[in-house]
């Protein structure tokens, strides 16, 4: 439940509205219970001043007896004294509904900022899970930068301590060193973001490029597991609106289910694919494992629900969680031949649907 800020000239309207009330109730020999709208004033009063509800209403109670005497100075045990007491009962009943209404919506809305919180907690918990995992794997991807940048100084300086240094070989040297170094500082930025504990940052996103730095982190994982992984995404492939991190962790989360779901086989294969579909941008991992029991699938994405008798049955359940907060959603789709296929489908961002 989102909080939005008042229109700017709600304050205002409900003042001169509370002003015209009065004068009226006050002032004109009108034989109609005029104060009874002020029960307007105090349910409108919930979206301007909400933590001022009680103060309001009772204000309103002050200016509804105000007027009465008067205008009925005279004579105060008169007709108007029955159209002043509706009044008031109108005004008391609005102000305890009003309030009540709005102390209600104040809990739900604590209590789902803290199951929000627990979600954000929980999806943390499950990255950091999964780097540990994925620690062999982090390994291989930083040595290989590093080893190579070690190799092209070694060479550069060679070249340099020739006879005649061949400075277009040392320029080609350094070059590959510098590439070396971003690459070997972008999986370092891979790493930092997904354990980083913070609020989803909602931005335009590609996610091929999700898909392409997710396969990088686990391609030690895919050599250990014996898994070969094919990559098949579409071109062109219209933007979504997300957080890179947290759709990151869905794509690796499913890619090591998959893994994990071909172990008993020693091995297979592994497709990663985006594509377009119905006005929707689609992810889909498939694997060539035993497929998914009849009796599971209904829940698959349940938390606490694992095949594997070591596993936490967590990591489909956030992933559903986080593919639902983006607006879309994630199922289990039929596969052509042996294993099972997970797809996640994004709705388009504005300016593309457009």
Not at 14 to 25: E, S
Not at 283 to 295: F, Q, R, T, Y
Request: hydrophobic fraction near 45%.
């Amino acid at each position: 439940m989102n909080r939005t800020p008042p229109p700017p000239l709600l304050k205002p309207v409900i003042a001169l509205l509370t002003l015209a009330i009065f004068l009226i109730d006050a002032f004109t020999p009108l034989d109609i219970a005029i104060a009874v709208l002020y029960v307007v004033v105090v349910l409108v009063s919930v979206h301007a001043w909400p933590r001022y509800l009680l103060r309001i209403t009772a204000l309103c109670v002050v200016l509804t007896v105000t007027a009465y005497l008067l205008s009925s100075w005279g004579d105060l045990v008169d007709a108007s004294a029955g159209r002043c007491l509706v009044s008031l009962s109108a005004i008391g009943i609005s102000g305890y509904l009003a309030y009540s209404s709005h102390s209600a919506n104040e809990r739900l809305w604590q209590r789902e900022e803290s199951l929000r919180e627990s979600r954000l907690q929980l999806a943390h918990a499950s990255r950091v899970t999964t780097l540990g995992e994925l620690a062999a794997s982090i390994a291989h991807e930083v040595n290989q930068p590093l080893a190579a940048i070690s190799a092209n100084g070694a060479a550069g300086l060679r070249w340099l301590n020739r006879p005649e240094p061949e400075l277009d070989e040392v320029r080609a040297a350094i070059g590959r060193v510098l590439s070396d170094t971003e690459r070997a500082s972008d999986v370092i930025k891979r790493i930092r973001a997904l354990a980083r504990k913070s609020d989803p940052q909602q931005q335009a996103l590609d996610l091929n490029e999700i898909a392409k730095a997710s396969a990088a982190l686990v391609q030690r994982e895919l050599a250990t597991h014996r898994v070969r992984l094919q990559l098949d995404l579409a071109p062109q492939l219209p933007q979504v609106e997300g957080d890179s991190v947290q759709l990151q962790q869905v794509v690796i989360n499913l890619l090591m289910n998959g893994m994990q779901a071909m172990d008993a086989q020693g091995g297979g294969e592994l497709g990663l694919r985006t594509f377009v579909q119905d006005g929707a941008v689609h992810l889909a991992v498939s694997d060539s494992g035993p497929g998914i029991a009849p009796e599971h699938s209904g829940k698959l994405f349940d938390a606490f629900f694992s095949t594997r008798s070591d596993g936490m049955g967590m990591g489909l359940a956030i992933c559903r969680s986080i593919v639902e907060s983006h607006g879309g959603r994630i199922a289990a789709v039929p596969k052509e031949g042996r294993g099972a296929c997970l797809q996640c489908c994004f709705p388009l961002r504005m300016t593309e649907a457009a």
